[in-house]
Structures are given as structure tokens and as C-alpha cells.
């Protein structure tokens, strides 16, 4: 059975496609390197001990698109991770991400139509509940979708109605829709993990920069939250829980079990944690001291968020039960690795 991965170079996309040939899948990623490297595919291929196909293609090249369905006839089903996602870019280019991220989901839909493709899994983000009121925290699938705070955050929530409509309109696609918290860490390896492009603008890739003195100081946005210690509140789930995840959505698609055409899933492991436990915690399980400011709030932030996974847990028979120390440790060890540092 081949998966047809997009984005499959990237961060999450990696992890998914080491998972997706670990359960025997053969898998063809199409990506068109813009943030990513292709020496990924050996990090890939030294875990898996097998390469995954690899198209550089970009989903905004329709013709290229279909040629990948067109070479690879036994594509089952699809996992669409490609997409920019910037927030403060997507501020400042909006044109740039409605283009890239609505026109690549278009075109791929079109393709699989043309080509019997049934199902898909779409990689979407618990940005779409903006900020949940107290009476939805923890969040779960029946929280109401909020006007989103920038123009990435609006992309996933259309490319969700995109689907949506898509599948009302035509009986035989299975969508799986996942929206993920706050996805950290890396392959235990340390083969594979995030590589962010520049300065990083998530949490976990500035700390483990800032560890790495490449970075002087961690700024926390923010200590005068309505939250325990003050900072910010985020459900963060290992990338390689995560990536489980899609194998069992896949493996729910091909097995008919899907309830509904169009089904979502809240991906998180259901605590919340602050950035002040995040810090405090990667310092004590690494022994390395971070210098860090508190800093204004930063714009858009929300102030706490975490998941109710409990529909994922059940229908999806997945969890995300990795415990938070290693999974910063796993972070650390991808930092060191990629920066070659030995201690
Ligand atoms: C951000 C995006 C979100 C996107 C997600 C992808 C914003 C506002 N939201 O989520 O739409 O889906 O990334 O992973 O950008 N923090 C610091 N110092 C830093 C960096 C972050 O204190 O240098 C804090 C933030 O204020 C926040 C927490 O760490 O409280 C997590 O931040 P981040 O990793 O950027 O994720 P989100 O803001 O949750």
C-alpha cells in the first residue's frame, strides 16, 4: 500500500513518513524543498533502512502533481502536510500563504478526484479555536471555530471548509482532519527534527538554540497571564506521538471504519504546559542553564490552550503518552546533533 505524503521532507511529514515504512507502507513524498533539505530522505532512509520515493515537486504545479499519481498508480490514500506556516510571515504576505496553502489543497484534491484517490488525511492546527472560553478548556472537537488571528491561522480554517464542501459534493472522499496542538522534539535518533529556517519563532527550536549558543537569550513573552505563573498555556505533543497518529488515521480510512465522511481529531496529550515549566524543565533534564528575559506579551499570542484528546484516544486508538522530559531531551539531542556538539 502506498501513501502519497506532501510536505513529507519537512518536520512533522518526516516523522510521519519514518512511521508510515516502519508499519510497512511504501510512501512517495512530494515537496518542493522551499523549507526543507533533501537530506532529510538519508535521516529517513538510516531509521527505516529503506529511501521513500521522493518527487520535488510543488502542489502549485498542477501538471507535475498528476504526473506523481500518473508514476505511482498503487497511491492509496494521501497525508497533505505541505503548506507555509509562518504566522508573522503570513502577516506580511497573505497573498503569498492564501495562494500556496488553498491553491496546493485545490489542485491535490482535483488530482485525486482524477484520479480514484479516496483519502485523505489533512494536517490542520488548534489554531482554528482561537483563544477557547473557560467552559471549552480543555478543547475538544465541538469547540466553536474563531475568527482567525492571521492569515495562516485562516488558511487551515478554509482548506477545513474546502474539504468539507468537497466531500458533501462527492460521496466517495474520506477526509481525516487533525488538528494539532503544539507539536516539539525530534526522532529519538536524532536523525530527523525541526529545522527552522532563521531565527525560530516556536518555543521549543529558540530554547534549544539558546542552549546551544546560537542564540544569547531566551525572551518569554509575556509573565502577567491569567495562569498560574504568569507565561502562556500550550498542550505540546511529541512529534513522533503526533506522527502515530496519522498512521492509525490512515489505517482507519483503509479498514472502512471512518463514521463519517469528513472526521476531526484533536491532537494533544491533554495537559497543559506553561513556557516558564517548559523552560524550567528542559534546564533540569539537559543540566543546561538558558539565559532568558521576560519580555512583552507578544502579539496575537493566546493566553492558554490545551487539548481534550479524549475522541482520538477512543475512536482513533492512539495516545500521546510520551513523558515531557524525554521528549526535551530528544530536542536537545537534535540540537547537538545538528550543530555538532558532543556534550
Ligand atoms: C504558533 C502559532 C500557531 C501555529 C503554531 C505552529 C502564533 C501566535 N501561533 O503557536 O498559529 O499553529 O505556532 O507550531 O505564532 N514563546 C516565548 N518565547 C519565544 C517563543 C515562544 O515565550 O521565543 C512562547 C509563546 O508566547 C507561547 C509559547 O511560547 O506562549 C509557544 O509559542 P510557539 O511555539 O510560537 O507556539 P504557539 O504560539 O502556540
Same mark, same amino acid.
Given at each position: 500500500?502506498?501513501?502519497?505524503?506532501?510536505?513529507?521532507?519537512?518536520? +512533522?511529514?518526516?516523522?510521519?513518513?519514518? =512511521?508510515?515504512?516502519?508499519?510497512?507502507?511504501?510512501?512517495?513524498?512530494?515537496?518542493? @524543498?522551499?523549507?526543507?533539505?533533501?537530506?532529510?530522505?538519508?535521516?529517513?532512509?538510516?531509521?527505516?533502512? #529503506?529511501?521513500?520515493?521522493?518527487?520535488?515537486?510543488?502542489?502549485? *504545479?498542477?501538471?507535475?502533481?498528476?504526473?506523481?499519481?500518473?508514476?505511482? #498508480?498503487?497511491?492509496?490514500?494521501?497525508?497533505?502536510? /505541505?503548506?507555509?506556516?509562518?504566522?508573522?510571515?503570513?502577516?506580511?504576505?497573505? @497573498?503569498?500563504?492564501?495562494?500556496?496553502?488553498?491553491?496546493?489543497?485545490?489542485?491535490? &484534491?482535483?488530482?485525486?478526484?482524477?484520479? =480514484?484517490?479516496?483519502? +485523505?488525511?489533512?494536517? =490542520?492546527?488548534?489554531?482554528?479555536?482561537?483563544?477557547?472560553?473557560?467552559?471549552?478548556? %480543555?478543547?475538544?472537537?465541538?469547540? %466553536?471555530?474563531? #475568527? /482567525?488571528?492571521?492569515?495562516?491561522?485562516?488558511?487551515?480554517?478554509?482548506?477545513?471548509?474546502?474539504?468539507?464542501?468537497?466531500?458533501?459534493?462527492?460521496?466517495? &472522499?474520506? /477526509?481525516?482532519?487533525?488538528?494539532?496542538?503544539n507539536p516539539i522534539g525530534a526522532h529519538q535518533s536524532?536523525?530527523?527534527?525541526e529545522l527552522p529556517n532563521g531565527v525560530p519563532n *516556536?518555543? @521549543?527550536?529558540?530554547?534549544?538554540?539558546?542552549?546551544?549558543?546560537?542564540?544569547?537569550?531566551?525572551?518569554?513573552?509575556?509573565? $502577567?497571564? *491569567?495562569?498560574? $505563573?504568569?507565561?502562556?498555556?500550550?498542550?505540546?505533543?511529541?512529534?513522533?506521538?503526533?506522527?502515530? /497518529?496519522?498512521?492509525?488515521?490512515?489505517?482507519?480510512? &483503509?479498514?472502512?471504519?471512518?463514521?463519517?465522511?469528513?472526521?476531526?481529531?484533536?491532537?494533544?496529550?491533554?495537559?497543559?504546559?506553561?513556557?516558564?515549566?517548559?523552560?524550567?524543565?528542559?534546564?533540569?533534564?539537559?543540566?543546561?542553564? +538558558?539565559?532568558?528575559?521576560?519580555?512583552?506579551?507578544?502579539?496575537? $499570542?493566546?493566553?492558554?490552550?490545551?487539548?481534550?484528546?479524549?475522541?482520538?484516544?477512543?475512536?482513533?486508538?492512539?495516545?500521546?503518552?510520551?513523558?515531557?522530559?524525554?521528549?526535551? &531531551?530528544?530536542?536537545?539531542?537534535?540540537?547537538?546533533?545538528?550543530?555538532? @556538539?558532543?556534550?
Amino acid at each position: 500500500m502506498r501513501i502519497l505524503v506532501t510536505g513529507g521532507t519537512g518536520y +512533522i511529514g518526516s516523522h510521519t513518513t519514518v =512511521s508510515l515504512m516502519q508499519q510497512g507502507y511504501d510512501v512517495t513524498i512530494v515537496d518542493n @524543498l522551499s523549507n526543507s533539505d533533501k537530506n532529510v530522505l538519508d535521516g529517513i532512509e538510516q531509521i527505516v533502512g #529503506k529511501r521513500p520515493d521522493f518527487c520535488q515537486v510543488d502542489c502549485l *504545479n498542477e501538471q507535475a502533481l498528476n504526473q506523481v499519481f500518473d508514476t505511482y #498508480k498503487d497511491i492509496e490514500a494521501v497525508i497533505h502536510f /505541505a503548506a507555509s506556516k509562518a504566522v508573522g510571515e503570513s502577516v506580511e504576505k497573505p @497573498l503569498l500563504y492564501y495562494r500556496n496553502n488553498i491553491l496546493s489543497l485545490i489542485n491535490l &484534491l482535483e488530482a485525486m478526484h482524477r484520479h =480514484s484517490v479516496k483519502h +485523505i488525511v489533512f494536517s =490542520s492546527s488548534c489554531t482554528v479555536y482561537g483563544q477557547p472560553d473557560k467552559d471549552h478548556l %480543555p478543547v475538544d472537537e465541538t469547540a %466553536p471555530i474563531q #475568527k /482567525a488571528l492571521s492569515p495562516y491561522g485562516n488558511t487551515k480554517q478554509i482548506n477545513e471548509e474546502i474539504i468539507c464542501d468537497t466531500a458533501h459534493s462527492d460521496a466517495s &472522499l474520506n /477526509a481525516i482532519i487533525l488538528r494539532y496542538f503544539n507539536p516539539i522534539g525530534a526522532h529519538q535518533s536524532a536523525l530527523i527534527g525541526e529545522l527552522p529556517n532563521g531565527v525560530p519563532n *516556536n518555543l @521549543l527550536p529558540f530554547v534549544t538554540q539558546t542552549a546551544a549558543g546560537l542564540r544569547d537569550k531566551l525572551r518569554v513573552f509575556g509573565n $502577567d497571564y *491569567n495562569t498560574p $505563573d504568569g507565561s502562556c498555556i500550550r498542550d505540546y505533543i511529541y512529534v513522533v506521538d503526533l506522527a502515530k /497518529a496519522h498512521v492509525c488515521a490512515v489505517e482507519r480510512m &483503509l479498514q472502512g471504519k471512518t463514521k463519517e465522511q469528513v472526521e476531526v481529531f484533536n491532537l494533544g496529550t491533554g495537559r497543559g504546559l506553561s513556557v516558564l515549566e517548559i523552560l524550567n524543565t528542559f534546564m533540569r533534564v539537559t543540566g543546561v542553564t +538558558i539565559p532568558y528575559e521576560i519580555a512583552p506579551r507578544r502579539e496575537g $499570542d493566546i493566553e492558554k490552550v490545551w487539548a481534550n484528546p479524549k475522541k482520538a484516544n477512543e475512536v482513533l486508538g492512539w495516545k500521546a503518552d510520551t513523558p515531557v522530559e524525554e521528549v526535551l &531531551l530528544s530536542a536537545w539531542n537534535w540540537e547537538k546533533h545538528i550543530r555538532n @556538539l558532543n556534550n
